[in-house]
C-alpha cells in the first residue's frame, strides 16, 4: 500500500521502519524534519502532500490539535486517501469530529491508539485499541498486522470508541504506577532491598506490567523518556474529562507527577518514594 504518514517521534520512527519492511511505500511528513533523515520514506513538507494519492494516511502526533491540524491539512490533497488512520491519543469526542470532517469528504476515519511504547513500536508488537467502521477496519488491517500484534487488537466500536478504552488503560498506568513505587518505599525503608522486592511481587498476586517492563529502569534509576510525564497527564486529564467529575484514585497519582519535569520517562515518579542510584531529577542532588 502507498502511505500517508504524519510523525516521526519516539513511536512514529519505528512505525515507518515497520512499514517500509512489511513492503508499504512511505510518504512521509515530519515536523521535525532532522527525525526524518535516515527514515525508510519519500519526505515532503507537509500532511496534504503526505496524503496526495495515499491508500491511506497515518498520523501519531502529540495532541488533539495537532491530529486537527495535520487531518485538515491531508483533506487539502487533490487525492484525497480513502482511510484516516489516527494513533494519537487525544479526545474522544474531538476525534469523532475528525471523523465527521473526514467522512463528508467521502473517507473513513479510524481512531486507532496503542500500547506497548517505544519498545512495541520497534518490534511491531503494539497493542491497537480501535475504533471505527468494521470496513475501515479490515481495509487498514495489513497496516496495522505491520505495526503490531494482531492478538493483541481489539475492535471497540464507532469512533472514539478506541480512545475510551486507551485512557482507561492509561490511568491505570498512573495509578499502578505510583501505588507500586509507594507500596516499594515502604520495603525499601523496611530493610527489603528493591530487587528482593520486586522479585517477589512478580511470582505473587500484586505483579503488573509495568513491574515486569519499566522497573526494571526505574530500580536502575533509568528515566530516559519512553512515555513522558507530560503526555501521562495529557491522558490522565482526558480520563476525568470522560469521568465528568473527580477521579478519586487518579487524582491522587495526578498529583504525583505534577512538578516531576515534562520530558522524563512516567517511571519517574519512583523517586519520590524510592532511593535509586544516580542524579535525582527532582532535586539536582545525588
Same mark, same amino acid.
Given at each position: ?43 515532503? /513538507? ?45 479526545? #474522544? /469526542? ?22 506497548? *511504547? #517505544? ?27 505491520? @505495526? ?44 527489603? #532491598? ?65 512538578? @516531576? ?16 542510584? *544516580? ?6 542532588? #545525588?
Amino acid at each position: 500500500m502507498d502511505i500517508g504518514f504524519a510523525g516521526s517521534g519516539l513511536m512514529g520512527a519505528h512505525m515507518v521502519r515497520n512499514l517500509a519492511a512489511s513492503g508499504h511505500t512511505v510518504t512521509l511528513y515530519a515536523r521535525t524534519p532532522p527525525r526524518a533523515a535516515r527514515l525508510p520514506a519519500r519526505i515532503v /513538507d507537509s500532511a496534504r502532500e503526505a496524503a496526495d494519492g495515499a491508500d491511506a494516511f497515518c498520523s501519531i502526533v502529540t495532541d488533539s490539535p495537532d491530529v486537527r491540524q495535520v487531518v485538515a491539512d491531508a483533506l487539502t490533497a487533490p487525492g484525497i486517501p480513502p482511510l484516516f488512520i489516527d494513533m494519537s491519543t487525544i479526545s #474522544p /469526542d474531538v476525534a469523532r469530529e475528525i471523523a465527521a470532517e473526514v467522512d463528508a469528504a467521502g473517507s473513513s476515519y479510524l481512531d486507532a491508539p496503542v500500547s506497548g *511504547g #517505544p519498545p512495541g513500536a520497534e518490534a511491531g508488537s503494539l497493542a491497537f485499541m480501535v475504533g471505527g467502521e468494521d470496513d475501515a477496519v479490515a481495509r487498514a488491517t495489513p497496516i496495522l498486522d505491520a @505495526l503490531g500484534d494482531p492478538e493483541k487488537r481489539t475492535h471497540c466500536g464507532p469512533v472514539g470508541t478506541g480512545l475510551v478504552a486507551k485512557l482507561v488503560n492509561n490511568l491505570l498506568v498512573a495509578t499502578i504506577t505510583a501505588s507500586t513505587s509507594e507500596a516499594f518505599g515502604i520495603g525499601q525503608r523496611a530493610g527489603v #532491598p528493591l530487587e528482593t522486592l520486586r522479585n517477589v511481587v512478580l511470582a505473587s498476586s500484586g505483579n503488573s506490567w509495568q513491574l515486569e517492563n519499566l522497573f526494571p529502569r526505574v530500580l536502575n534509576g533509568d528515566h530516559a523518556p519512553g512515555f513522558r510525564v507530560r503526555d501521562l497527564r495529557k491522558d490522565v486529564g482526558y480520563a476525568r474529562e470522560l469521568a465528568g467529575d473527580d477521579l478519586p484514585m487518579g487524582d491522587v497519582a495526578a498529583e504525583l507527577f505534577d512538578g @516531576l519535569p515534562d520530558d522524563l520517562d512516567y517511571g519517574a515518579v519512583a523517586r519520590r518514594f524510592l532511593d535509586l542510584p *544516580g542524579e535525582d531529577p527532582l532535586d539536582g542532588g #545525588p
